[in-house]
Nanobody
Framework: QVSLVESGGGLVQAGGSLRLSCAAS????????MAWFRQAPGKEREYVARVSRGGSVTSYADSVKGRFTISRDNAKNTVYLQMQSLSSEDTAVYYC???????????????????WGQGTQVTVSS
């Protein structure tokens, strides 16, 4: 079993920045591909970004490309999401997810992920 704990959410003004963190425990962190999803009220959970086990391969949703950066520190068992140029459309609960399988196809589907955190709220005020 893997435990994922997100932190770093909060209230930020439009145009501002936030960095989310997700600390993992319970399984060798380097064996897991990691991702961030988000869910706004009344909407489905949405893929944001993913990073490979070693950190060398990343992918992003078009809506965040160029503004968000996903990274990981395997020595600290932590994955990060640096968010810049935030807008009200980025307001959501952000979830960290872990995948035991390294994949490209299916990376955007929540059902591909084996473990989830509880989420952290990000609110962007305009």
């Amino acid at each position: 079993q893997v435990s994922l704990v997100e932190s770093g959410g909060g209230l930020v003004q439009a145009g501002g920045s936030l960095r989310l963190s997700c600390a993992a425990s319970g399984r060798p962190f380097s064996s897991l591909a990691m991702a961030w999803f988000r869910q706004a009220p009344g909407k489905e959970r949405e893929y944001v970004a993913r990073v490979s086990r070693g950190g060398s391969v990343t992918s992003y949703a078009d809506s965040v490309k160029g503004r968000f950066t996903i990274s990981r520190d395997n020595a600290k068992n932590t994955v990060y999401l640096q968010m810049q140029s935030l807008s009200s459309e980025d307001t959501a609960v952000y979830y960290c997810a872990a995948d035991r399988t390294e994949r490209y196809i299916g990376r955007t589907y929540p059902s591909s992920y084996d473990y989830w955190g509880q989420g952290t709220q990000v609110t962007v005020s305009s």
